[in-house]
């Protein structure tokens, strides 16, 4: 017998029990049927809620559970429906195509896969980030908490995307073409999710975001960086495998501070780790092997007065289990104004001024910790600390071996601290 009809029929009984009892007795046969009454019917509830994919708790909806044949506006719609107490959408395995991006934009939501068989899949000129964490607004005015994305693949299939940023003006015009974009966002995670082929970035934190927690995530061949964070602080980064990024593994480029990173692997991308305006990290348990570049290059911002810098255009992707191939053009172009002279007049050539870069203030790196840093096999220098200003920063028992240019290099002796360094 189903549980509805077991409900039913307790209904009947406990109606005949009350018309013959007397009133004393009745009311006591009332006061506990309506307790009994209730658990069968929100028995009843969660039974027809598991045969359509939901969870019913006091009657609301709080756990969806989408198929592959849902799209991306079927996910958003299942987000968006959640009660107003937040809630969890699972997706089964399988391949989701993704035309807009998938938003997690208010308080409690949490986005769950079935593991490395659950890809989100940007379309063919979709143009668009695939996951967005927090607003999407260009300049948030809410924070939003408590946020989790886990247990999935997003493939931002940059072979068939035409531009880095997702609307070309108006709202939105900020935000890159990420696999997992995070924007003025607290007490959130990311668990066990892989990003990789998309058109920016693999992962990025921006706007404002505090006391994250990234663990077991995993990127590559992505245009720019594996992950890169910005204006964020109190996170942990942690059991990360970062590679063959046509960037950086770590591109931690302003105010990046009070944040700890361990256990992480940067292997093959163009530079381990780039950094700027970063202050007060610990970085424990980083390897850095086969940079095309640096394995560590930390510097103070800079503006340019000439000329914007062209970013190199790399290669075709690679399967997911392949390596990147490596883009050769990384040079700064620089371009200078130019003047018509009046006609007739005649100028003597001259050659077009060189570019200028003027430091930011207060953007130098200072009071990072590196323990336990292993850098090996890098086409340039294994750590350059490029700015007299990047001082007081400590490297502990690390081991550099085989960078092509030496292994610490400082714009002056005696920037960071060293302890236990084994420089081959």
């Not at 609307?167 to 003025?184: A, C, F, P, V």
């Not at 103070?300 to 914007?308: F, S």
């Not at 009046?342 to 203030?361: D, N």
Request: net charge negative; with cysteine; glycine share 8%.
């Amino acid at each position: 017998m189903s549980t509805l009809m077991r409900a039913k029929r307790l209904i009947g009984l406990v109606m005949i029990s009350l018309l013959c009892a007397s009133p004393a007795s009745a009311w006591l046969w009332g006061r506990a049927a309506r307790g009994v009454v209730s658990n069968v019917v929100n028995e009843a509830a969660s039974d027809v809620a598991s045969n359509v994919g939901c969870d019913v708790v006091s009657n609301v909806i709080s756990e969806v559970v989408l198929g592959p044949k849902a799209t991306s506006d079927d996910i958003q719609a299942a987000l968006n429906n959640l009660p107003e107490s937040g809630g969890t959408v699972i997706l089964k395995v399988g391949v989701y195509s993704v035309i807009q991006p998938i938003c997690l934009s208010r308080d409690n939501l949490t986005l769950r896969g079935a593991g490395a068989t659950t890809i989100l899949r940007l379309a063919d000129t979709a143009n668009c980030p695939v996951v967005i964490m927090g607003s999407t607004s260009n300049y948030p005015t809410e924070v939003v908490k408590n946020l989790r994305v886990c247990d999935l693949d997003i493939d931002g299939n940059r072979d068939n995307q035409q531009v880095e940023c997702w609307n070309i003006q108006g709202e939105g015009d900020e935000i890159r073409n990420n696999g997992l974009t995070i924007r003025s966002v607290c007490d959130a995670s990311v668990e066990r999710v892989r990003s990789y082929r998309c058109r920016s970035g693999g992962l990025v934190t921006e706007k404002g975001v505090r006391r994250l927690t990234v663990s077991d995530y995993a990127a590559w061949d992505n245009h720019f960086d594996g992950l890169a964070a910005y204006v964020t602080e109190d996170s942990l980064f942690t059991q990360m495998v970062l590679r063959d990024n046509h960037g950086a593994g770590l591109s931690l480029d302003h105010k990046f501070n009070h944040n700890t990173l361990s256990d992480v692997i940067l292997a093959d991308n163009g530079c381990g780790i780039f950094m700027r305006d970063s202050r007060e990290n610990l970085f424990q348990g980083v390897t850095i092997r086969n940079s095309r570049e640096h394995g560590v290059f930390m510097s103070q911002a800079a503006t340019n007065t000439v000329g914007p810098w062209t970013a190199p255009t790399p290669p075709k992707s690679t399967d997911a289990g392949g390596t990147a191939l490596v883009a050769t053009n990384t040079t700064p172009m620089l371009t200078a104004p130019t003047n018509a002279p009046a006609l007739g007049v005649v100028v003597p050539t001259t050659p077009p001024p060189e570019g200028r870069w003027i430091v930011i203030p207060d953007t130098e790196c200072t009071g990072n910790v590196f323990a336990g840093l292993l850098i090996t096999d890098s086409a340039a220098a294994g750590f350059l600390i490029n700015d007299d200003n990047c001082a007081n920063n400590v490297i502990q028992g690390a081991r550099f071996a085989r960078n092509k240019m030496g292994g610490l290099c400082q714009s002056k002796p005696g920037l960071a601290k060293t302890q236990g360094l084994l420089d081959q």
